[in-house]
Structure formats: structure tokens, C-alpha cells
């Protein structure tokens, strides 16, 4: 009974009310009357967003942030629980309502929010709004960042093996309310211009019971934390400012570290998920490389370190979209194909960084629009501050055409790259690699390729400019301080 296989029943993703949809041009011309605001600051978060590779209309904000819904930013603790009450209440109410489950059938409860941490804990308000039974085996995690979407599956599993037959709700979600930031310091400020509102809930068991009804089989999961290193402890923190005004501040080590602790959570799940064809591929690499070192090259040159074709391990990828240049970078290091990248970055445009639950709305996307065949496989990578990685490896048990109310815009129809506000197939070269790997001549000449690139358009933008000027605006951002280390907290 301990070794029983973990399945994904079904799973609900926070679909906002079109009141909370944030019109970009409007919110930044109404934010310049906030107390809090100053032109420096509104135009800095301006440029941010604009080389986000988000939509200007279609990411949701909590009304007590919209400056063009009130008169300053509310960031106190009724609101954040007036958000928390909307996500979890709507995410539960729908997993429950797909899965055909009362909230009484739920034996173990767990739930994640990184900054919003209240007294009772969101477990427990999630029990005291559903009325759960007393013995539900309840837990919230807090601090655990965007990686914990992923990460988390860990604990599911683990949590079934020790109550083997029993069924979990698995909630996460980032209450942004709470991780607002009206200061100055700019490291800090590039949050509000990434992340939006979202929420995920889904229905795991080990039941063989379920594996009929259920979508997908949980193949494999691991965790990597590199937090005993302080350069990747000290990446991503919550932490208050010269004045004591608390923000998430991301530091210009974020977008090394993050690629650091993601290479070695993909690394360890490789072997796992090559093909047979592709060991062998691995084997010869490993030869070539032996017989390279013992005759100093006479035999043949030594190869590169192998690394596999992705393509051929997975047939879909759940990508953390924190941002642009971090799905950029995690694109480069797996050489996926745009293609390939295409999910993550429609959930990036649509929902901008939903922090823990961004790749369950990949997830959503791909079962929206293309869907998923029975037998395929699909692979779950998340990253968050600490710095910790997470990876998870799944199989459809049949068929999955499921159209999300979040994604019902689409009409069922797949995005092209000529829909997202950057393109994705293009060579990219990050300017967020830190200048001590490269020479101040290497760097600079990174910096201008990639200002050269195509750039966002502001077509969905009533009052914008020339496109030559976001051109421009994306330039000036990626030059300012850890302007563009979009977060993967």
C-alpha cells in the first residue's frame, strides 16, 4: 500500500472578474495622483512592465491596488484576506465542483501562499469557509516562494504514502495584496510590475479507486535547495528598506542562482525520463570524452557534455513564467524549441507571474487549446527564492480536452508568437548574466544585440507611441538596476 501511485484527479485555476482586469495606459496615468507615487517611480515600473512579455488588459490586480479604483494602495490585512477569500474560495468551490467531492471528503489540506501568512494560518480559514471535518490533516506553508507549485507535489506525495487511499486538496496561490511595495528602492519595485493575481487548486489521491477518473499519474517528482550557499540564500529577499518599508527585493545574483538550482533539478530528473535511444547517445558521448583524455586528442576530440533533446523526453513543458527574461533563460539552457515555450508564455502574457501557480496555468493553457493525449508526458519545472527548484514528471491516463474559464477567451484556439507582446524564436542572449563572467567589451555587445531585437509593441495600447519608443523604454529598463531579474520568488 505505501508505494501506490499518486494520481491528479482534476485540477481549478483562479478565473478573475473582468472588473479586476487591469487596463495598463489608464492604471499608469491614474497612479501618478497616489500619495505614494512619483513620476520616477511610475515610469520606472512602466518600463518594467513593458519588457515583461505581459498583456496591458488582461492580468487581474486586487481592487485596493487598482490606482484606478482607489485613492491610495491598501496593503493592510482585511484586504489581503478579502483577496485570499476570492481565490480559495472560487479555486475550492470549482475542483470540488469537477471532481464531484464535498469539502467533507478532503483528508489532507494543504496550502501555500509565500508573503500573506495570517493568524489563524489560510488552512485554517479554508476550513472554517468549507466547514471540513475535524480530523482533516491540515497544513499551510509560508515563505516557500513561486517554486512551491511544484515543489509542494513533494509533500503531497509523501503525505499519501504515510496515509495511503486517502484524498488531498493541494491549494496555491501568491495573495499580492500583502507584497505590495510603495517605497523607493527601485530593486524592490520591479515586483509591482510582475505580479498578478492567480490561484490553483487540485485533487490528488493514491485511491486505486480514482485512477479511472482521474487525468494524469504523478511519474516522478524531486526538490533541489541551494540554500546552504549564501550567495543563492541572499538572492531573493522580503526585507524592509532604508525607510522600514518591507518589499521583495531581487538582487542581481537572482537570475544566476535561479539558473544554478534549476540546472541541478533538471539534471537529477533526466535520467529518469530518457529515452533508451538517448542512453545510448549518452554512452557514446561518455566513450568519446574517455578515449579523448587517455590519447590527449590524437583519437578524436573530446566532445561536449552531453545533454539530451528535451523534446524527445516530454511532450509538453510547465514552465515557471516569472518573467521574460526568465523564461528566456530557462528556453536557452533546455534548448526547447519556441514551440515548446509557446504555453508558458501564453500564461505569462495572459496572467502575468501568478508566483506558485503560473505553471498550473500553463498546464491549463495546453489542456484548453491542443489538449492532451492518452500515454503522453508532460514536465513540470518550478523555481523559487531560498533558491529552490522543483520537477515533476507526469503521464495522461486518457484523453484531456478541458477548456479552463480562465482561458475561455481563446475560444478553444492556440496562441501564435505573433500574439505575444515579444517574440520567442529569435536568438537570445541574456543581459542579465552577471558582468564578472564576461569582459566589460562582451557584456556591452550582449546589451546592444539584444536592444537590437524585436521588441514589444503597445498595440493593444490606445495612448502608445511609435514602436521605435518601446524600443527605447525596454533599453533604458534593461540597463537600470536589476531591472529586468524578473522574480522567481
Same mark, same amino acid.
Given at each position: 500500500?505505501?508505494?501506490?501511485?499518486?494520481?491528479?484527479? $482534476?485540477?481549478?485555476?483562479?478565473?478573475?472578474?473582468?472588473?479586476?482586469?487591469? @487596463?495598463?495606459?489608464?492604471?499608469?496615468? #491614474?497612479?501618478?495622483?497616489?500619495?505614494?507615487?512619483?513620476?520616477?517611480?511610475? $515610469?520606472?515600473?512602466?518600463?518594467?512592465?513593458?519588457?515583461?512579455?505581459?498583456?496591458?488588459?488582461?492580468?487581474?490586480?486586487?481592487?485596493?491596488?487598482?490606482?484606478?479604483?482607489?485613492?491610495?494602495?491598501? %496593503? @493592510?490585512?482585511?484586504?489581503?484576506?478579502?483577496?485570499?477569500?476570492?481565490?480559495?474560495?472560487?479555486?475550492?468551490?470549482?475542483?470540488?465542483?469537477?471532481?464531484?467531492?464535498?469539502?467533507?471528503?478532503? @483528508?489532507?489540506?494543504?496550502?501555500?501562499?509565500?508573503?500573506?501568512?495570517?493568524?489563524?494560518?489560510?488552512?485554517?480559514?479554508?476550513?472554517?469557509?468549507?466547514?471540513?471535518?475535524?480530523?482533516?490533516?491540515? =497544513?499551510? &506553508?509560508?515563505?516557500?516562494?513561486?517554486?512551491?507549485?511544484?515543489?509542494?507535489?513533494?509533500?503531497?506525495?509523501?503525505?499519501?504514502?504515510?496515509?495511503?487511499?486517502?484524498?488531498?486538496?493541494?491549494?496555491?496561490?501568491?495573495?499580492?495584496? !500583502?507584497?505590495?511595495?510603495? !517605497?523607493?528602492?527601485?530593486?524592490?519595485?520591479? %515586483?509591482?510590475? &510582475?505580479?498578478?493575481?492567480?490561484?490553483?487548486?487540485?485533487?490528488?489521491?493514491?485511491?486505486?479507486?480514482?485512477?479511472?477518473?482521474?487525468?494524469?499519474?504523478?511519474?516522478?517528482?524531486?526538490?533541489? /535547495?541551494?540554500?546552504?550557499?549564501?550567495?543563492?540564500?541572499?538572492?531573493?529577499?522580503?526585507?524592509?528598506?532604508?525607510?522600514?518599508?518591507?518589499?521583495?527585493?531581487?538582487?542581481?545574483?537572482?537570475?544566476?542562482?535561479?539558473?544554478?538550482?534549476?540546472?541541478?533539478?533538471?539534471?537529477?530528473?533526466?535520467?529518469?525520463?530518457?529515452?533508451?535511444?538517448?542512453?545510448?547517445?549518452?554512452?557514446?558521448?561518455?566513450?568519446?570524452?574517455?578515449?579523448?583524455?587517455?590519447?590527449?586528442?590524437?583519437?578524436?576530440?573530446?566532445?561536449?557534455?552531453?545533454?539530451?533533446?528535451?523534446?524527445?523526453?516530454?511532450?509538453?513543458?510547465?514552465?515557471?513564467?516569472?518573467?521574460? #527574461?526568465?523564461?528566456?533563460?530557462?528556453?536557452? *539552457?533546455?534548448?526547447?524549441?519556441?514551440?515548446?515555450?509557446?504555453?508558458?508564455? +501564453?500564461?505569462?502574457?495572459?496572467?502575468?507571474?501568478?508566483?506558485?501557480?503560473?505553471?498550473?496555468?500553463?498546464?491549463?493553457?495546453?489542456?484548453?487549446?491542443?489538449?492532451?493525449?492518452?500515454?503522453?508526458?508532460?514536465?513540470?519545472?518550478?523555481?523559487? *527564492? !531560498?533558491?529552490?527548484?522543483?520537477? #515533476?514528471?507526469?503521464?495522461?491516463?486518457?484523453?484531456?480536452? @478541458?477548456? /479552463?474559464?480562465?482561458?475561455? /477567451?481563446?475560444?478553444?484556439?492556440?496562441?501564435?508568437?505573433?500574439?505575444?507582446?515579444?517574440?520567442?524564436?529569435?536568438? =537570445?542572449?541574456?543581459?542579465?548574466?552577471?558582468?564578472?563572467?564576461?569582459?566589460?567589451?562582451?557584456?556591452?555587445?550582449?546589451?546592444?544585440?539584444?536592444?537590437?531585437?524585436?521588441?514589444?509593441? &503597445?498595440?493593444?495600447?490606445?495612448? +502608445?507611441?511609435?514602436?521605435?519608443?518601446?524600443?527605447?523604454?525596454?533599453?533604458?529598463?534593461?540597463?537600470?538596476?536589476?531591472?529586468?531579474?524578473? #522574480?522567481?520568488?
Amino acid at each position: 500500500m505505501a508505494n501506490l501511485p499518486v494520481y491528479l484527479v $482534476d485540477y481549478s485555476m483562479f478565473d478573475a472578474p473582468e472588473e479586476l482586469k487591469v @487596463d495598463f495606459v489608464a492604471s499608469q496615468e #491614474a497612479a501618478r495622483s497616489w500619495k505614494v507615487a512619483t513620476p520616477e517611480k511610475v $515610469d520606472f515600473v512602466s518600463k518594467i512592465f513593458l519588457a515583461s512579455g505581459i498583456s496591458t488588459t488582461r492580468t487581474a490586480i486586487p481592487a485596493c491596488l487598482q490606482p484606478t479604483q482607489t485613492q491610495e494602495p491598501k %496593503t @493592510d490585512l482585511h484586504s489581503a484576506q478579502a483577496e485570499a477569500k476570492m481565490v480559495y474560495g472560487q479555486v475550492i468551490s470549482e475542483v470540488l465542483r469537477k471532481t464531484g467531492l464535498a469539502a467533507t471528503d478532503i @483528508d489532507i489540506l494543504i496550502t501555500n501562499t509565500s508573503i500573506y501568512c495570517p493568524t489563524p494560518s489560510i488552512a485554517s480559514m479554508v476550513i472554517n469557509m468549507f466547514s471540513m471535518r475535524e480530523d482533516v490533516q491540515a =497544513y499551510h &506553508l509560508g515563505g516557500m516562494g513561486c517554486a512551491f507549485g511544484v515543489v509542494g507535489l513533494n509533500m503531497v506525495r509523501d503525505m499519501l504514502k504515510a496515509h495511503p487511499g486517502k484524498t488531498c486538496l493541494f491549494v496555491s496561490s501568491e495573495i499580492i495584496t !500583502g507584497a505590495f511595495y510603495p !517605497g523607493h528602492r527601485k530593486e524592490a519595485l520591479v %515586483t509591482n510590475a &510582475l505580479f498578478r493575481m492567480g490561484g490553483t487548486a487540485s485533487i490528488l489521491t493514491n485511491n486505486p479507486a480514482w485512477r479511472s477518473r482521474s487525468k494524469y499519474q504523478l511519474q516522478h517528482c524531486l526538490r533541489v /535547495h541551494t540554500g546552504a550557499s549564501d550567495r543563492a540564500y541572499n538572492a531573493l529577499n522580503w526585507e524592509p528598506d532604508e525607510e522600514g518599508i518591507n518589499g521583495m527585493v531581487i538582487t542581481k545574483t537572482l537570475p544566476s542562482e535561479a539558473a544554478n538550482v534549476l540546472e541541478k533539478g533538471v539534471r537529477r530528473m533526466t535520467p529518469r525520463i530518457m529515452t533508451w535511444g538517448q542512453y545510448a547517445e549518452a554512452a557514446v558521448n561518455y566513450i568519446q570524452q574517455a578515449a579523448a583524455q587517455v590519447s590527449n586528442g590524437k583519437l578524436c576530440a573530446s566532445p561536449a557534455p552531453y545533454q539530451p533533446d528535451y523534446t524527445r523526453c516530454a511532450d509538453h513543458f510547465l514552465l515557471h513564467a516569472g518573467g521574460y #527574461a526568465i523564461l528566456r533563460g530557462i528556453q536557452k *539552457g533546455l534548448r526547447l524549441p519556441a514551440q515548446a515555450m509557446m504555453p508558458s508564455f +501564453a500564461s505569462l502574457r495572459d496572467f502575468g507571474n501568478t508566483s506558485s501557480a503560473s505553471t498550473w496555468y500553463t498546464w491549463s493553457y495546453i489542456e484548453s487549446t491542443d489538449g492532451v493525449r492518452k500515454g503522453q508526458t508532460v514536465l513540470q519545472i518550478g523555481v523559487g *527564492g !531560498g533558491m529552490k527548484s522543483g520537477v #515533476a514528471y507526469w503521464r495522461a491516463l486518457r484523453d484531456v480536452r @478541458d477548456i /479552463h474559464p480562465c482561458w475561455a /477567451h481563446l475560444g478553444g484556439k492556440a496562441l501564435t508568437e505573433a500574439d505575444l507582446p515579444r517574440p520567442i524564436s529569435n536568438t =537570445y542572449k541574456s543581459i542579465l548574466d552577471l558582468p564578472s563572467m564576461r569582459t566589460a567589451a562582451e557584456q556591452q555587445q550582449v546589451i546592444q544585440a539584444t536592444n537590437a531585437a524585436s521588441r514589444v509593441t &503597445l498595440a493593444d495600447a490606445q495612448q +502608445a507611441a511609435a514602436a521605435a519608443e518601446v524600443i527605447k523604454l525596454h533599453a533604458e529598463a534593461a540597463r537600470s538596476e536589476g531591472a529586468a531579474a524578473v #522574480a522567481a520568488h
